[in-house]
């Protein structure tokens, strides 16, 4: 009888141990190469934010024009994204990653020809257009591949790659700037949008070779670890018990939208630091756009380490609304902090603040998107995810026209980063108000 005791933990460890090195594979298959693809979509979306260093003046255009232009990438965000999580559910995601991938590295390329307004707009309406579906589209896709359990540190090292980008993009941006000023007859910013367009036409050429839709369809798994993977994924389902499936009766639901107008919030707080941050920094001296990348590049390393530290934490105390809550409190707080010490004129101080509103805001983002997988499933988690990313991001329209509005007419940022400071520090106040008995009931739900 003790020899059979025995034995029996023993296979259970190794069975346990076999589906860790499945998963772990499973990992390293995929979530590099989506992380590659996510980097590649924030170098081109945001590399518009140090193109207005010197564009501005070369076209004349004025701080509302450019605000416009950045933000109208939302719109096309908001239009196209559930539409494109529809099309990777029913096409699958290696063709739809690659014509996502490929649409907006041609049109990050073709910025470089843009002489007039209204072309700046149509593109950048374009860009987000191609860009939908990207980041919902992937936390999708990893659901076909990751229970939760597994899921919180991959979706964490996905989520990061935004950060990782501004924290590379930011010096390359200036040095490609400074690098290949005139050449050619071009402009530096010119040549940063070709040269930062092209890596990611490649990129979706390779998606389709790379990507493997389902785990059923994997010939790089065997049946063996095929069945690992499917029975993860059919326990975790039953555990987590009834969750709504049709996604018109999740939007009756006050949940979903607590979960938008959360995101909407942190989104805000983001988006200002992406398309403003490197013009604060200008403000208090940093004239040098070398020096100024560099800056720029620490204070978003900043956003890197609170993404993966508050992810890790999250994992580690099984816990998600406290998390997203303070980390959306610590943005709210930098942002507030940049408006005080750019009224004094303190160079150390905006850099101090912007890098403490990076390190909460980008780190409240992986943790929130463990949100709404526990209350959605099926057809709602496939549309809801899309309609949460896509109404939310629309805080990336308003909060740079605000911003960009109130600098023309007020002629200062004081007020503009004051304001959006109060909306981010709203995203606290919902996640304790509205979403606290969801998070809990998830989190006993996956305990089960």
């Known amino acids: 009888m003790n020899t059979i005791a025995a034995a029996a933990p023993a296979n259970i460890d190794i069975a346990v141990e076999e589906r860790d090195v499945t998963f772990r594979r499973v990992i390293w298959r995929i979530v590099p190469f989506v992380t590659l693809i996510w980097f590649l979509a924030w170098v081109d979306r945001v590399n518009v934010g140090f193109a207005k260093l010197t564009m501005m003046s070369d076209l004349q255009w004025s701080d509302a024009v450019y605000g416009a232009g950045a933000g109208i990438f939302f719109i096309g965000y908001f239009i196209f994204e559930v539409p494109s999580n529809l099309a990777l559910q029913k096409f699958g995601a290696r063709k739809t990653i690659m014509r996502i991938t490929i649409g907006w590295g041609i049109t990050c390329a073709l910025m470089a020809w843009v002489q007039t307004s209204t072309q700046f707009y149509v593109l950048r309406f374009l860009m ?165 990348g560099w800056v720029m590049g620490g204070i978003y390393c900043c956003g890197w380490f609170g993404m993966l530290l508050n992810g890790y934490l999250s994992d580690r105390n099984k816990e998600v609304r406290i998390h997203t809550a303070v980390a959306a409190a610590i943005g709210a707080l930098g942002l507030l902090l940049a408006a005080y010490f750019l009224g004094e004129k303190s160079a150390a101080g905006v850099v101090f603040a912007l890098a403490l509103s990076s390190a909460g805001t980008m780190g409240a983002i992986p943790v929130f998107w463990q949100l709404p997988g526990r209350f959605l499933s099926g057809t709602a988690i496939v549309v809801g995810l899309a309609v949460i990313n896509s109404v939310a991001n629309l805080a990336g329209y308003f909060s740079p026209q605000l911003l960009g509005y109130l600098k023309t007419t007020t002629g200062q940022y004081g007020k503009g980063l004051t304001t959006i400071a109060i909306v981010e520090l709203m995203a606290t106040v919902m996640i304790f108000a509205f979403i606290s008995k969801t998070a809990r009931l998830g989190e006993q739900a996956l305990a089960r």
Request: glycine share 10%; aromatic share 12%.
């Open 128 to 292: 987000g257009a191609f860009e939908a579906g990207l980041q919902p589209g992937v936390i999708l896709y990893l659901t076909y591949w990751l229970p939760t359990h597994r899921r919180g540190k991959a979706l964490g090292i996905f989520v990061s790659a935004s950060a990782v980008s501004l924290v590379v993009g930011s010096p390359l941006a200036a040095y490609i700037m400074e690098l290949s000023q005139g050449m050619g007859g071009f402009k530096g910013w010119q040549w940063l949008f070709v040269i930062e367009g092209v890596p990611s036409i490649l990129a979706g050429a390779a998606a389709y070779f790379l990507l493997t839709d389902r785990p059923r369809d994997a010939r790089w798994l065997s049946e063996r670890e095929k069945e690992h993977v499917e029975t993860e994924l059919a326990a975790e389902d039953q555990a987590l018990g009834p969750r709504e499936h049709s996604f018109f009766a999740s939007l009756r639901s006050a949940r979903m939208w607590a979960l938008i107008a959360v995101f909407f919030c942190i989104i805000a707080g983001n988006a200002t630091l992406v398309y403003y941050g490197p013009s604060l920094v200008k403000e208090v001296g940093f004239t040098d756009i070398k020096t100024l």
